[in-house]
């Protein structure tokens, strides 16, 4: 498919040298999916155990749920399939 430049005069069909460098631009990017995911996922994580950091208080004793709940997002980046497929677990009350 030729892509083209648009411009004030019209659309200027790429060059063939234009269309292999755009090539190798979009194969680049498909190639860091997996990369672009793992940093939104890590983030997400982040914010998560941000959300808990006061049960972590010295002066609070935290619950076993809450425990189990932070070692879980932790852990996330060892589950299986990520970071296409990631379950994410339930915050206890």
Known sequence: MTRYH?????????????EAARDLEEVAYLAGTDTRLAALAREKRSMLLS?????????????????????????????DGFPNEITWPDKPA
């Open 6 to 18: 648009a411009t004030s005069n019209g659309n200027i069909a790429f060059t063939a040298e234009e």
């Open 51 to 79: 959300h808990t950091d006061w049960a972590a208080n010295s002066d609070i004793s935290m619950s076993a749920a809450m425990t189990i709940y932070r070692q879980s997002l932790r852990d996330i980046p060892e589950q």
